[in-house]
């Protein structure tokens, strides 16, 4: 998850029902207090580590990198789409400029047995965000060297109608310029536009979303459904509140 990430996501078009792709009730950026309080509502167990991890954006060619919070909450068999995902992971996310306690909601992580039925799992997905995307374009934010994949087997995405540009007001456009002058883009405005053209969130689905061929050579592996919202929002907490001050 970084700010000044060397690829950005883009559908030919971008498709999915739900603008922003959120998770259940829980939009993206959701206070993490909120989210603990819809669980505990819902009647969903979870557990959150006392730690909580520090980790690093890229702050571009010889620029420190800037630090970044997040936390983690689990869920331990839980019936999502369809089927019980063994373990469901919610991440929260600070990438605000200022030192704060805030955490909003960035990420979704639900993992399934191999035993699970892969097939409702999609169609579940697909009945609350729409058909996944057939084709989807790669683009280098800094070159803007457009890479194209194509759906394949036990691979499928969705990616917001919503896209930065939307999230993101003029100032808040005009601070992420100015975070690239900072760094000392070569070229700011063709970096911004490349920035502003991510959409908001995406999902992938892979029927092999995590295995252990050498170290677990006979595991059957585990299937995984991912939500990321952490564009929209690092977009909202940097760049937004940036704006704001100012």
């Not at 829980?26 to 009647?43: F, T």
């Not at 030192?99 to 609350?128: M, Q």
């Not at 092999?208 to 909202?236: F, H, Q, R």
């Amino acid at each position: 998850v970084c700010i000044a990430a060397a690829v950005c996501f883009l559908t030919v078009p971008a498709q999915g029902v739900s603008p922003n792709l959120q998770f259940q009730d829980l939009p993206w950026n959701m206070p993490m207090e909120e989210v603990l309080d819809w669980l505990d509502a819902s009647g969903v167990a979870w557990e959150m580590p006392e730690v909580y991890t520090r980790l690093s954006q890229p702050g571009g060619s010889g620029v420190e990198a800037e630090p970044y919070d997040i936390k983690l909450v689990y869920i331990y068999d839980w019936e999502v789409f369809g089927e019980t995902a063994s373990e469901v992971t919610l991440t929260f996310m600070n990438t605000t400029p200022e030192p704060t306690d805030y955490c909003g909601l960035s990420s979704v992580t639900l993992l399934y047995p191999d035993s699970c039925d892969k097939a409702a799992i999609l169609d579940n997905v697909r009945e609350t965000y729409g058909p996944e995307a057939e084709r989807y374009t790669l683009y280098d934010v800094i070159t803007g060297e457009p890479e194209e994949y194509v759906q394949a087997p036990g691979a499928h995405y969705w990616f917001s109608q919503l896209l930065l540009e939307d999230v993101l007001s003029e100032e808040g456009q005009a601070a992420y310029r100015d975070y690239l002058e900072s760094i000392q883009s070569d070229d700011p405005d063709t970096e911004l536009a490349a920035y502003l053209a991510r959409p908001a969130a995406y999902i992938s689905w892979h029927d092999a979303y995590i295995s252990y061929p050498k170290t677990e050579p006979d595991s059957p592996g585990t299937s995984g459904l991912y939500l990321y919202g952490g564009s929209m929002v690092t977009a909202l907490q940097w760049f937004e509140q940036a704006a704001s001050v100012d």
